[in-house]
């Protein structure tokens, strides 16, 4: 059996990062990790300590901002170095996410699935306020998003937020629109084939133009790409919101953060990745899942 590769993007809560590390320690599995370069004194050695059984290895670190073509670059980053193992599956996920199964059961699932691409995938097409704010992300020009925080209440910052918001609406009204094909969207948290990687890798050249100046395209750019082909398209599992087989809330929270009162909903889904925990909101459930899983 081939081994898969799991891809991770952290900036802190590292206690998570642990757990998650731990329960993905396996003989099938490598795990490829980028950490913020915003995140001070972290400790490689002793993350690199926590395997016995896969292979770890941490990635060049960009300075990844929220809504930021930074986030692509890290991205881009994991891939481009685990493509290398040929893996069966890539597994984009964040370092607050945790799995909701054991490895032996999230392995015989995708072989059960094997060559299907589990990735969350929408068509933007209405008039809606939500559907018009997506589409903008790629027809008009962002260009500070990948120079400042976004999210700061920095006095110089909440300025430079308010000339590009200015900007945004100048090229709203000339009619701007840099991005002509249809627009489709989705999760960045995703797993992947071998096949879908090296599709995305070999159009790397593509997501830079396309995507550099651009607004959260992290949800953009790999539905973009693979759209146009076809037998990736068609190899989709499901084509529903649960596709990429991760339990997010968006429904009480940005996205919500589970609790241990969600415990019970959370090891009876079907789902094999849950995003996302926070240890100053409940460390509690993030043992409790801990302790779960390596006793099941």
Partial sequence: MKKHAYLIMAHDNFYILEKLIQLIDYDLNDIYIHIDKKAKNFNFNYFRNLVNKSNIYFVKRFNVRWGGYSIVEAELELLNKAIKGEYEYYHIISGVDLPLKSQEYIHKFFNANRGKEFIN????ESTSWRDI??????????FINNIVNLRSKNRIITFLRKIQDKLINLQVKLHVDRYKADIWYGSNWCSITNEC?????DNIDTIIKDYKYTHASDELFIQNIIAENTKLMNDIYKWEKDSNMRLIDWNRGNPYVFKSSDFEELIKSDMLFARKFDCSVDKQII???YSFINNN
């Fill in 121 to 124: 995938i929408e068509k933007i």
């Fill in 287 to 289: 043992d409790k899942i």
């Fill in 197 to 201: 990687v090296k599709y995305l890798l």
């Fill in 133 to 142: 704010e997506i589409k903008n992300r790629v027809k008009l020009y962002h």
